[in-house]
Nanobody, 130 residues
Framework: QLQASGGGLVQAGDSLRLSCAASGGTFSSYHMGWFRQAPGKEREFVAGIVAAISWSGERTSYADSVKGRFTVSRDNAKNAVYLQMNSLKSEDTAVYYC?????????????????????WGQGTLVTVSS
């Protein structure tokens, strides 16, 4: 089970940190991802971070639109994954979801495809005013 939190209303240029708490399963075995869905748009990949057991050289991955502004991290001891969002823009306004799946191949990094993720949190709304 995944529980996302930390969303809110901020101004353009501000920062926000989203958290996702996981329960059940072996958290460190799961690739974790952040996705977002803006009104009238499809859900899109934001960032991913590999499982602790992963052999992939690409430990984190980002959508081009957030590279250099967002940072994904995880704390396996706390069963949590985070998304630090800096220099927020109005186009970052969306409901943000955390998601998880257990990779079959330890050499492959976290997927950017929503269909590959088996578990989803309820979403947390981020609104950026310009």
């Amino acid at each position: 089970q995944l529980q996302a939190s930390g969303g809110g209303l901020v101004q353009a240029g501000d920062s926000l940190r989203l958290s996702c708490a996981a329960s059940g399963g072996t958290f460190s075995s799961y690739h974790m991802g952040w996705f977002r869905q803006a009104p009238g748009k499809e859900r899109e990949f934001v960032a991913g971070i590999v499982a602790a057991i992963s052999w992939s050289g690409e430990r984190t991955s980002y959508a081009d639109s957030v590279k250099g502004r967002f940072t994904v991290s995880r704390d396996n001891a706390k069963n949590a994954v985070y998304l630090q969002m800096n220099s927020l823009k109005s186009e970052d306004t969306a409901v943000y979801y955390c998601a998880a799946y257990e990779p079959r191949n330890r050499w492959v990094g976290a997927s950017t495809k929503a269909d590959d993720y088996d578990y989803w949190g309820q979403g947390t709304l981020v609104t950026v005013s310009s």
